[in-house]
């Protein structure tokens, strides 16, 4: 799969005066944007054909090698109309769906790819103690995420209970051509992806569950922002610390 459609259309008002004058995507933290960010692990996993779909202040999206797409009324709407400005259906290997606001380890994204179906979704395992650390409670904020067998079984409810949140949706789909084939009718009346992945379930068509073990962290706030600093600044031992670390011998620090 050689193909990916970054979603950055956001303003990100809840970041205040770090985007101010910027698109959400375009927040520093690790000493990159987050966009950046998203480019070079895409990149480091072989996928060279990317498109930025932006927004809000969307010219100062464009990078070298990148197609930049501008979504219409992107304030009135939501990640699946931006999703679906990129026009998907003209990649033929398929392609994958990364949030901008979710950067992450090109490990993550690698065992996306790898997984064997028409329609794959990343689920976090270790999604606990970034929810608590962002929240408080693990169920701020939560989303449903119930997976059986290699299977996503329910995504996208609010959840009563830890029961119901096995993982969190980590921001990356992949679909396959054919996979987008049956998703793309059930496109247009979805808002987000969680919302579109919850009404292909519903339609009986099959999602592969990928699970994660951190490595990656939704930035949606201030508060996300100033976590992320703090732990990227200090080189500790963060879970869902998204750089490559020397130490795993997997090349050169991102740091």
């Known amino acids: 799969m050689s193909a990916a459609i ?12 770090h ?11 690790g000493g990159r944007t987050l966009l950046d960010w998203q480019l070079q692990a895409l990149r480091a996993c072989g996928i060279e ?9 969307g010219e100062q999206l464009a990078r070298t090698g990148v197609e930049l797409v501008l979504a219409a009324r992107w304030n009135e709407t939501g990640p699946i109309a931006s999703l679906l ?10 392609f994958v769906l990364a949030y ?17 179906a028409e329609v794959a979704v990343a689920g976090d395992r270790a999604w606990q ?6 929240h408080g409670d693990p169920l701020v904020d939560a989303e449903s995420y119930v997976a059986d067998g290699g299977r996503l079984r329910a995504i996208g409810a609010t959840p009563h209970s830890l029961d119901e949140v096995q993982a969190q949706f980590a921001g990356l789909v992949r679909f396959s051509a054919a996979g987008w084939a049956r998703a793309e009718p059930l496109a247009h009346a979805a808002h987000d992806a969680t919302a579109l992945l919850a009404a292909m379930l519903r339609e009986g068509i ?18 996300d922002l100033r976590l992320c600093r703090r732990h990227l600044h200090a080189n500790d031992a963060w879970s869902h610390d998204w750089r490559e670390p020397v130490a795993q011998g997997m090349g050169a620090s991102w740091a």
């Open 85 to 94: 400005a990129a026009r998907p259906a003209r990649f033929d290997d398929g």
């Open 100 to 116: 901008a606001d979710c950067p992450h380890h090109p490990a993550n994204i690698a065992a996306l790819l790898a997984a064997h």
């Open 49 to 57: 054909r990317i498109v930025v779909v932006g927004g809000y202040r």
């Open 206 to 223: 099959a999602v592969a569950d990928v699970p994660l073990a951190g490595r990656w962290c939704e930035i949606d706030g201030a508060q």
């Open 6 to 17: 970054v979603l950055a259309a956001g303003r990100g008002s809840r970041l205040g005066r």
């Open 19 to 29: 985007a101010r004058h910027l698109p959400k995507a375009l927040v520093r933290a």
């Open 129 to 134: 103690a970034l929810w608590r650390a962002r």
